[in-house]
């Protein structure tokens, strides 16, 4: 077949093909020329830049013979292009970040009218896209990729990414959300994409869409609807006939049909993500990349070897694909199987395979020292895309052998290697990571098309199954493949997950063994070191708190966590200053190495300790360290809960405070009712009972009436029999008196405070007991309307909280002082009791307090005609109290905001 375009356009509507014929008629000064090939009609449009253009008019969508499918596969089979550029207009996304006349080119489509609609656990519709998400062509992408440098942006801006396809006009926002959920990185839409891919695929020709956005597919497409769609038509065809006028698009006449390239790559079902990954392969296995090649290394399973064959598939400009494997085992469904009939166990026999790949039949009858000259001479015809899979399996001197191999490569060929090691080589490296969630999900819709319990998966469940796995593709299928399998007794994501972090030591199936098991004896001594101690971390941990927990100088730990980030098996922070080890390979090395494990839990316990007493009970001006402390802290709190009681307890009153004032409810509850378990287990009723009291006033805080109660109920029963307890027993009567409160049963819970406010009254007649007692009776006078009484009660307990200097309670009974008046309606007295709170509060660093006291100067402000202020308060709260867990107070700091017209 003899080439008549080195480029196809197909456009749909009048509006694209008229704007495409007048933009080249304005490049190239001539008319477009009909021209009738075979049984189809075609519009010369002439040379730009040395290439010659067609035009076709396709019908509208995919299907049928007057479709998209159909009218490129007779282009392909009438012109012989190189290359189909789809041109024309599309919907978009997202009106803030794009405008009408953007021009978007596809990365990626995304083919979603085929689609499983079945129900979840729960009844409701879940949708599993089952379309495929196929690439673009790289070579047409990184040439508009290019293009779009010296693009006036003035006319529009040029996007990049995945576009929804299908046959459906779109007018309608809640079909277009719909449509999101499938695929949330999309950012735009239209009905020709899949046929055009379909028919380029089968004739193996290069393709594209680049279309640009006349409408937001909202239900508002007419409106100004012609002005819109010239606008983007125009912008379209400029931007297309800009890049060629940069960079010529020519294709090879020949004078027959092209033949396919030899190739022994591995069949492929289906590949997700890894755009950026792919494109940086190209570039380096490209005629211009002066280095042999690409190196792929990461962790197993992680997708090396599908990324490796995927960039195979795709690379051009290649007379053949030649696919070698040092693999020795792969993971299944029951567990680790070893390869031994397609493994290459070391560089000399993986020269002789590579020969017998290039004609050379007899290379293995040679000497072997003299096979590599043989192979490069075998190289020098051809131009021969070698892919090496899994080398780490060879020995050290072999690897080195391979690279010195690699680096002498005639320039005509080029080498993709895939490795869990790293080397220092001449070529691009690619540090493979996890899988991004999207691209994760849309995995897991490809294996549930064969998974029942998959397909009925809730997206929580899904999601579980990325976050336990790390995004590591491997583990999530051998994770899927557990789902009613029988040896594995798993009927859920929740029984894989689990089985997964279970670690199945028992038998040959442990995952984690194949994943990190090789990796253990390269780790240096400072690396296992590192690793050890952020094994307890659940949070990035800072690199000062990772060398002290390892014991090693902190030059060294920055080398070793940098390289153990190189390799993929940390998480990184953006500014790699914080790292976290994920939570499989933690389970991996505690069960590998425990001493190691052990030696850095008792380092971290132990600074942890003295740091917190340090700066813990009472000292708010040093809270802010514990706060730049957190990771370490959250870190060793297991490890204390395990340990002695004693040092448990103490930790506890030194943190009491910090969490309440840092807004960390659940951390406190779940700190305090550990402790109280293990003070009875240790039969310390005296802080069992304190433990269940700072528990109720967590539950009280969250408005939990039955749990408060139960509480209240546990702290007297320990005390009770705890010898030498006075004050104690109307702590707990206190406790259940806000319990009633929250019941709204107002006459015991009046009752409850009064009793507690006596008790105490015995013992001192002005302490912070007292002030307490008499701030929870004006609590509950003020809540059943009694204001006189509840003012009365609240300025009696402030006045005793400045004589006994009760810091936190001067701060809160001011600020209940505040909220007495707006509800009275005293709007300046209001302010000025908030304002006061606020800079006490400040002063403490309790940052919900603070929040709500800006939420109430605010308020008080609002009612005063003081808008403008009142905003900047009201906005405040919400960005305070939006970072704490307490939705009360993040409900009253919104309806402030509204209120102040924000």
């Known amino acids: 077949m003899v080439q008549k375009a080195d480029v196809l356009i197909v456009t749909v509507t009048p509006v694209e093909s008229r704007a495409v014929i007048e933009v080249f008629k304005e490049a190239t000064g001539k008319e477009a020329k009909p021209e009738s090939i075979a049984d189809g009609h075609y519009l010369d449009l002439g040379e730009v830049n040395g290439t010659r253009v067609f035009m076709a008019l396709s019908g509208m969508g995919s299907g049928g013979t007057g479709g998209s499918q159909e009218l490129v596969r007779k282009g392909i089979e009438a012109l012989s292009p190189s290359a189909v550029i789809m041109v024309g207009i599309a919907f978009g996304i997202d009106d803030k970040k794009h405008a009408i006349g953007d021009v978007l080119v596809a990365h990626r489509i995304m083919l979603y009218d085929l689609q499983r609609r079945g129900t979840d656990k729960a009844g409701n519709l879940k949708v599993v896209a089952r379309g495929d998400r196929p690439s673009s062509s790289p070579r047409l992408f990184n040439w508009l990729r290019m293009a779009s440098l010296a693009w006036d942006s003035s006319k529009g801006r040029v996007d990049f990414g995945l576009f929804l396809c299908g046959d459906h006009l779109i007018d309608n926002k809640k079909y277009r959300a719909q449509l999101l959920k499938l695929e949330a990185e999309a950012i735009g839409g239209e009905m020709e994409g899949g046929g055009l891919y379909a028919a380029c695929q089968n004739g193996k020709v290069d393709w594209i869409l680049v279309k640009a956005i006349s409408d937001w597919a909202d239900g508002k497409k007419d409106a100004d ?119 290459l166990p070391n560089y000399t026999s993986l020269l002789t395979e590579l020969g017998r790949e290039l004609g050379e039949e007899d290379i293995g009858k040679i000497d072997p020292s003299v096979r590599a000259n043989k192979v490069r001479r ?56 996890r899988l991004e ?99 307890h971390f659940t949070q990035p941990a800072p690199v000062k708190w990772v060398a002290d927990v390892a014991g090693i100088a902190e030059r060294a730990a920055i080398t070793a966590l940098e390289d153990l980030t190189d390799r993929a098996l940390l998480v990184s922070t953006e500014s790699v200053q914080e790292f976290l080890l994920p939570s499989l390979a933690a389970t991996f090395l505690r069960r590998k190495r425990p001493q190691v494990v052990s030696q850095t839990g008792g380092r971290l316990t132990d600074q942890v300790y003295a ?130 409160q929250l019941k709204k049963d107002f006459s015991s819970a009046i009752a409850a405070n009064q009793e507690a406010l006596d008790l105490w009254r015995a013992i001192a007649p002005e302490s912070s007991d007292v002030a307490m007692a008499l701030n929870s009776l004006a609590a509950v006078n ?102 704490l867990a307490i939705p009360d107070s993040l409900a009253y700091a919104y309806a402030t905001l509204k209120e102040c017209g924000g």
């Open 225 to 343: 609807r012609d002005a819109r769609q010239q606008k983007a038509a125009r912008n379209a065809a400029a931007f297309v006939l800009h890049a060629l006028q940069q960079a010529p698009l020519k294709g090879e006449e020949t004078g027959e049909e092209q033949k396919p390239v030899p190739s022994s790559l591995p069949p492929q079902p289906y590949f997700f993500g890894r755009e950026k990954e792919l494109a940086f392969i190209q570039d380096a296995i490209s005629p211009e990349a002066r280095t042999w090649g690409a190196l792929i290394d990461g962790p197993g399973g992680i997708g090396k070897t599908a990324l490796a064959v995927r960039a195979g598939q795709l690379a051009t400009g290649f007379d053949r694909k030649i696919f070698l494997s040092a693999k020795v085992r792969e993971l299944t469904a029951s567990g680790e199987q070893k390869l031994e009939d397609f493994m």
């Open 378 to 433: 075998a190289l020098a015809n051809v131009q021969a895309l070698i892919i090496i899979d899994n080398v780490e399996t060879f020995e050290e001197p072999e690897r080195v052998r391979l690279y010195q191999f690699l680096s002498r490569l005639p320039t005509s060929s080029k080498a993709i290697v895939t490795s869990r090691r790293r080397a220092d080589i001449d070529a691009r490296v690619v540090r493979l990571d």
């Open 437 to 535: 969630r999207k691209d994760a999900l849309a995995l897991m819709n490809e294996l549930a098309i064969n998974n029942r319990v998959l397909r009925q998966a809730s997206d929580k469940e899904c999601n579980d199954l990325y976050e336990i796995t790390n995004g590591n593709p491997l583990l999530i299928k051998w994770a899927v493949a557990q789902l009613g399998r029988a040896a594995s007794q798993c009927r859920t994501i929740a029984d894989a997950c689990a089985f997964l972090a279970s670690a199945p030591r028992d038998n040959d199936n442990d995952p984690l063994e194949y994943i990190f098991g090789d990796l253990l004896e390269t780790f240096s001594e400072s690396e296992t070191a590192v690793l050890s101690a952020l094994v």
């Open 611 to 740: 740091l917190v007493l340090e700066n813990g009970f009472r000292n708010y001006e040093r809270f802010p360290t514990l706060e730049r402390a957190w990771p370490a802290i959250a870190a060793a709190l297991p490890l204390v809960i395990q340990g002695i009681n004693e040092r448990l307890q103490k930790l506890c009153d030194a943190l009491r405070s910090f969490l309440e004032f840092s807004g960390r409810l659940d951390e406190s509850l779940f700190l305090f009712q550990q402790a109280e378990e293990k003070a009875l287990a240790n039969k310390d009723l005296y802080n069992a009972g304190w433990r269940a009291y700072h528990a109720g006033a967590v539950y009280f805080e969250r408005k939990r009436a039955d749990e408060a109660m139960a509480c209240a109920i546990r702290c007297a029963t320990h005390w009770e029999k705890a010898p030498g307890i006075t004050r104690e027993k109307a702590v707990a009567i206190r406790l259940r008196g806000q319990a009633y």
């Open 782 to 883: 003020h809540k059943r309307g009694h204001h006189a009484a509840a003012g009365r009660d609240y300025r009696e307990a402030l006045r005793i909280a400045k004589a006994t200097k009760y810091r936190e309670g001067i701060a809160i009974y001011t600020g209940n002082l505040s909220v007495l008046a707006l509800d009275c309606e005293e709007w300046t007295t209001a302010e000025d009791y908030a304002r006061q709170a606020l800079a006490l509060n400040e002063e403490l660093g309790n940052s919900q307090l603070i929040g709500l006291n800006c939420a109430r100067i605010a308020r008080a402000l609002t009612k005063q005609g003081n808008g403008q202020e009142a905003l900047s308060y009201a906005q405040r709260a919400v960005e305070i109290l939006s970072k």
